[in-house]
């Protein structure tokens, strides 16, 4: 073998050399000592106490009419239900776990079509795209885009009229049987499209395949009500969850009046220009994810100007686990990994170096609720709901569900209190932390300016593979 100029030898001197020269610095023996029986992160996390906020407050804005945040269900279906709750009464909570329903159903067929439609492209089985599917078959993430198509094409329904059940709130095993069905019928898809040539058997073994994994999500998750009754103001109405959906959100929150705009410094990425992602939905013919690309200063912007104008803001971020500590604030500053480790660590590389080496990347959503500027009218920080565990309380509100020939009658409670700002502690993020971990926002069209709407509503998209780091997957 030819010796590469690149090879590096780790000898037992070297060991010894750096042995000595660790232990001869009084501040790494007691840094060991420190870290043998903590979290070394949390070690590293300075008292919030000792990080002001600001100096110079200019404005604050807060949105008024939060309600409590929606639980039992993934992240980006919980944000985007409590987006469209606020067209409605506080008090009334949204089935998340009805929506994941659907999206593990619409996701399981767009697996199967995906497979038929790699096969007629000739794309191979160990391709990237299509083993990048193959690993990736019905993850309980989702995008903006995904939320969309699920509501759009079934609606929303109360919390009271379906539960999370077992499954819906630990989705390991469930997940199990759904890819271990899938990558049963990829294979089968694979070899009667070998035997036959081409792809017009497919649909047919699709619908029968379908129908099994139909079975599966029914079993562990329970069925949906096809309608149900709602009353208000003395009247009560029978209605579908798309009939509900349209009657009493739609007028007042659109979704198609929202506009999804990201920050992708890469070079690779130009600003101003549309971006989607392939294969990076969960409906087949449904929405993409899909982008406009703007620089940050410009997201803060309008960030700012959504929240002073009274609407919330659907965040996708990096909530990395050194992030997640139990502290209430998420700043640059809020880490000194160099007083303990003697070293700078997550802050050497820009955020567009930290893309490309998948150091950093979207994986979580939060809704932003209130913004804090300076003297100069520059974003300081913005503030956050955290999800909590929903809390029983006093008044009782009736549903009724039809099932078929069966009615079910369910009671829930909910709040006593008038509900201003949701329940559990806030969470605040620093403007800088924003700039090197915040990805993508979702806002209203009002508080977009024309040059930005313009280019998002004309230019072309560019579509990007399915394992771009902007294309991962929300929590």
Known sequence: ??????????????????????????????????????????????????????????????????????????????????????????????????????????????????????LERCEPLDGRTFQYVMKHLVPDGGNWQMFVNLVSKYGVMPKSCYLASWSAKRTLQLNRLLKSKLHEFSSQLHAQFTFDGDASQLPALMERMLEQLYGIINICLGTPATEFSWKQQEQSLQLTPLAFYRRYIQPKYALQSQLCLAHDPRTSSCYGRNYSVGYSSNMWQGLQQCYNNQPMPMLLQIMSDALSGGSPVWLACDLQPRFKAKCQLLSLSLHSFEQLLGLPVFTPLDKATRLQYKDTGRNSVLLLTAATLDAAQQPLYFSSQRQSASEPSGNKTTSTINLNETSVTTTTTTAKRKVSGGSGKSLTLHADWLREYAFEIVVDARFVPPSVLHASRTQPHIELPIWDPMGALLS
């Open 1 to 118: 073998m030819t010796k590469s100029k690149s090879n590096f030898t780790l000898s037992s001197g070297q060991l010894t050399d750096w042995r000595s020269q660790f232990y001869a610095s009084p501040m790494n023996r007691l840094a060991q000592n420190i870290c043998a029986g903590f979290d070394p992160i949390d070690a590293c996390r300075r008292p919030e106490q000792t990080l002001s906020l600001t100096t110079a407050v200019g404005r604050h804005f807060e949105v008024s009419n939060m309600v409590k945040p929606t639980v039992d269900g993934p992240k980006w279906i919980c944000a985007g239900l409590d987006l469209l709750r606020q067209a409605m009464e506080p008090e009334c909570e949204l089935s998340a776990a009805y929506l994941f329903y659907w999206h593990k159903l619409e996701r399981s067929h767009y697996v199967l079509q995906t497979v038929a439609n790699l």
